[in-house]
């Protein structure tokens, strides 16, 4: 019974993380429940992947993204972060923030484990797989804010995730990254948690938003 129960847990981490899986175990599974937390969100994808997917065989494409998340996992997971699902080649993870004289910790472990991913990404998957390819090239969205964190779903498929204009909003400044071809691109209400060296980029409209906001980019000596 230990042993297997012991499985379990290793199966439920795995799939949908090292929080999550627990919760999930000891039977928080009624779908609706969910509680509100404060957090430093990342929105990660990578860039060109649909270009590289056409041109690459299959398994040369798999090898690539579970190289590229094993480099992301390991340095969020290194400083406190938890991913909580793969979007194609691009993923979902939080910093919880217990309270809020946290939120400055939090956006830092955030902010460095951006900085050493981005930095990880040359080495991310083994020459002979990237073998004739540029190096990988990716865009990280940081946000801070408050989001649901429950079970959301059908009846018979439930999801244990994070919903809430803070996962849109983390979105948008993904895609504002993307435009502007920087690596790492944060919110105002990030760079406010965060206190540190950033620079602004100025106000932008963001897709399916009122208004415009002012977004940030690390300082060139980061």
Sequence with gaps: MFTQRAIAENVLKAYIGRTTGPRVLTGQIRRGAGEDINAILWSSDLRSFTQL??????NRVIAILNALFDAQATIIERYGGEILKFIGDGLL?????????????????????????IAAMSLAAPEDIRAGEEPLR?????????????????????????????????SRVEA??????????????????????????????????????????????Q
Excluded: C, W
Excluded at 140 to 169: E, K, M, S, W
């Design 176 to 221: 504002v990254a993307k435009a502007l071809d920087l690596p790492i691109v944060v919110s105002a209400d990030f760079a406010r948690a965060h206190g540190g060296n950033l620079r602004s980029l100025g106000r932008y409209e963001l897709r399916g938003l009122e208004g415009s906001y002012e977004l940030f980019a690390t300082a060139p000596d």
């Design 93 to 117: 993870a939080i910093f919880p923030i217990a309270e809020q004289s946290a939120a400055g910790a939090a956006a830092q472990h955030a902010l460095t484990a951006a900085l050493e991913t």
């Design 53 to 58: 997917s056409d041109r690459l065989a299959g």
């Design 138 to 170: 990716m865009v990280i969205a940081l946000h801070r804010g408050t989001v649901v964190y429950g079970n959301i779903g059908a009846a018979q498929r439930l999801d244990f995730t994070v919903i809430g204009p803070a996962v849109n909003f983390v």
